[in-house]
T-cell receptor, first 114, second 112 residues
Framework: AQKITQTQPGMFVQEKEAVTLDCTYD???????LFWYKQPSSGEMIFLIY??????QNATEGRYSLNFQKARKSANLVISASQLGDSAMYFC???????????FGSGTKLNVKP | NAGVTQTPKFRILKIGQSMTLQCAQD?????MYWYRQDPGMGLKLIYY???????DKGEVPNGYNVSRSTTEDFPLRLELAAPSQTSVYFC???????????FGPGTRLTVL
């Protein structure tokens, strides 16, 4: 069974500090992709970063990096130098390439304090 | 490009009514998806399509139907609406080989 687990319902971080949002996954597919999305209070889904299961290096996109540990089945999102605009819900997701399906975690609500 | 568009933005249905949520994309994407997001939860896949004429069930397909007669459009049909279908519905699309899904703005549906 495919499953994404985010164990932190809410997180606080001080502005300009780094924060790590946890994500673990379960899959039997040999090939899969891992994603992080941001959902601000306005409701839209914003793609942040992608990591393929065969990628050797951790993905980075600006202030976002994905700490991929395949053996532990974890794909944590690291946001460096947090900004007030980073306050939002963050969802981890997995794409099963065998079945073209996406699975989402329950999300982590990040609050950045000034 | 308009990207992924969804109509309506909001809708209130009575129990037992039916409706169609519209989704269209102008990016020539072959993959399209329908999700629902219940309050405080992540997205759950309802149905998806890998091309015109091809659809398949996701995690939570019961109570819904889809069709894909063109590349651009992927409507979601609710038959006999129930309060459990109160949710925000997102449509998304992606291109084969691409790692990014493009999401529509969502439709907030309330069934009373």
């Amino acid at each position: 069974a495919q499953k994404i687990t985010q164990t932190q319902p809410g997180m606080f971080v001080q502005e300009k500090e780094a924060v790590t949002l946890d994500c673990t996954y379960d899959t039997s597919d040999p090939s899969y992709g891992l994603f992080w999305y941001k959902q601000p209070s306005s409701g839209e889904m914003i793609f942040l970063i992608y990591q393929g299961s065969y990628d050797q290096q951790n993905a980075t996109e600006g202030r976002y990096s994905l700490n991929f540990q395949k053996a532990r089945k974890s794909a944590n999102l690291v946001i460096s130098a947090s900004q007030l605009g980073d306050s939002a819900m963050y969802f981890c997701a997995m794409r099963s390439y065998n079945f073209n399906k996406f699975y989402f975690g329950s999300g982590t609500k990040l609050n950045v304090k000034p | 490009n308009a990207g992924v568009t969804q109509t309506p933005k909001f809708r209130i249905l009575k129990i037992g009514q039916s409706m169609t949520l519209q989704c269209a994309q102008d990016m020539n994407h072959n993959y399209m998806y329908w999700y629902r997001q219940d309050p405080g939860m992540g997205l759950k896949l309802i149905y998806y399509s890998v091309g015109a004429g091809i659809t398949d069930k996701g995690e939570v397909p019961n109570g819904y139907n889809v069709s894909r007669s063109t590349t651009e459009d992927f409507p979601l049909r609710l038959e006999l609406a129930a309060p459990s279908q109160t949710s925000v519905y997102f449509c998304a699309s992606s291109y084969w080989g691409s790692n990014e899904q493009f999401f529509g703005p969502g439709t907030r549906l309330t069934v009373l």
